[in-house]
């Protein structure tokens, strides 16, 4: 008998308790998943949220705030192990997969950046000569690596440089995106807004100056973009062009 009323009362307990877990899981499905955006960028940064992006469509141009992401021409995914030319003295050699792509970028009709990127999965070496006023040689174990070069149609000679790895100890892309007079620094991150449950997959990064954070982009659901309005012109055509590589950006490491 006391065996049977302890089976009740363990059901008659849990029942409630199973329904609350449950209401609380729909009423967090109904809610968008939003990155950790931190407080201070925040109550300083307007935030720019993407409109028209789109993960399955051939077309994916977008926008966000006064900048419009257009041309956007994706390489085929390629499986085979050798090198690819990501600029005239850059190369990701003998890698499992690589993507390219490139895009435009236009600030509110005028100002109008080119970027071109490349992707690879499984690189095993990376040589990017006259890269960060040097050059660049590094073995990548079985991580994902993402490089950019973005150059100003009103200055050809103004050119950005994005350089991000994945660390054998982390699943998230971190690195720095610089020209010859500022360097700008870019991790990613899995953590969600109101939850301390991370995501499996990354939900955004943020980009610093020194330890000074100047602006971030969310790449779950729709994506958005804040920069803080008293960076420099320049800076902010970087850091809006570097958000729009990220937006765009696609784990190969499947493929």
Known sequence: ??????????????????????????????????????????????????EGRQSFSFNEDFMFGPYEVKDVHRGWTESKGWGTSISDKSSLSSMKSKQEFEFTIIRSGFEIWDARCATAANVKKVDVEDFLGGTLEADVVRGISFFCYFRS?????????????????????????KNEGFSLFIRGTHKLA??????????????????????????????????????????????????????????????
């Open 153 to 177: 149609r009103e200055d050809t000679k103004l050119i950005w440089k994005l350089a991000m790895t994945q660390s054998t100890d982390e699943d998230v892309l971190s690195g720095v995106l």
């Open 194 to 255: 109101g939850s301390s449950i991370p995501l499996s997959d990354p939900t955004g990064y943020e980009i610093k100056r020194g330890r000074n954070l100047v602006g971030a982009v969310e790449v779950i659901n729709d994506g958005a973009v804040w920069i803080l309005p008293s960076v420099s012109r320049e800076l902010r055509a970087a850091i809006s062009t570097a958000a729009a590589a990220l937006l765009l950006f696609k784990d190969i490491s499947e493929q």
């Open 1 to 50: 008998m006391s065996r049977r009323r302890s089976i009740t009362y363990t059901i008659r307990y849990s029942f409630p308790f199973i329904l609350l877990i449950l209401s609380l899981f729909i009423i967090a499905g109904c809610r968008k998943a939003r990155m950790a955006v931190p407080s201070d960028l925040l109550a300083k940064a307007p935030e720019m949220k993407c």
